[in-house]
């Protein structure tokens, strides 16, 4: 088998219904979530599956949803070809928690308390201060410059 490498995602990869297809195929997938709602304050699986996606977007949900996710897709995969190991892991922002996880670097029940008190803070400091976030991909440096400009930054 080729050598293969895990990415997980970070917030904003978040999708009502993410993760359903999992959760109906695999009995492994299912436990993830069932582990996750037993130690959060909302019920995990229901919202992924179900949204609303404005109640899906708050970063205080969001952050967990998007990590036991991402970890009910390793347990499906798992599942199916036990004796597979990704080379690596690695994640972006959020999924950099996960990756250590799949990595079994950091225990499920430790990370997901971390993944909580990191979403509660993230979304304590965003009601306290305005702010907003933009990907620009393709710009050129003077299209960049121009942005700046506009948005008064």
């Known amino acids: 088998m080729p050598a293969t490498a895990f990415l997980l ?23 993830v979530y069932k582990a996750a709602n037993s130690r959060l304050s909302f019920d995990v699986a229901a919202l992924c599956f179900e949204g609303p996606q404005e109640e899906l977007t708050k970063t ?9 996710t991402s970890l009910a897709a390793v347990a499906a995969l798992r599942a199916q070809a036990p004796s597979f190991q990704p080379l690596a892991a690695a994640g972006l922002s959020l999924g950099e928690v996960t990756a250590l996880v799949v990595a079994e670097a950091v225990a499920f029940d430790e990370a ?41 930054a």
Not at 13 to 31: L, T
Not at 120 to 130: I, N, V
């Open 60 to 68: 205080e949900k969001c952050q967990p949803a998007l990590f036991v």
């Open 9 to 31: 995602p970070g917030q904003g990869a978040q999708a009502v219904g993410m993760g359903k297809a999992f959760y109906d195929s695999f009995p492994a997938a299912r436990e």
């Open 112 to 152: 997901l308390y971390l993944v909580q008190a990191r979403a509660e803070a993230m979304a304590e400091c965003t009601a306290r201060q305005r702010g907003a976030m933009l990907a620009v991909i393709g710009a050129t440096p003077e299209g960049l410059e121009g942005l700046c400009r506009a948005s008064g």
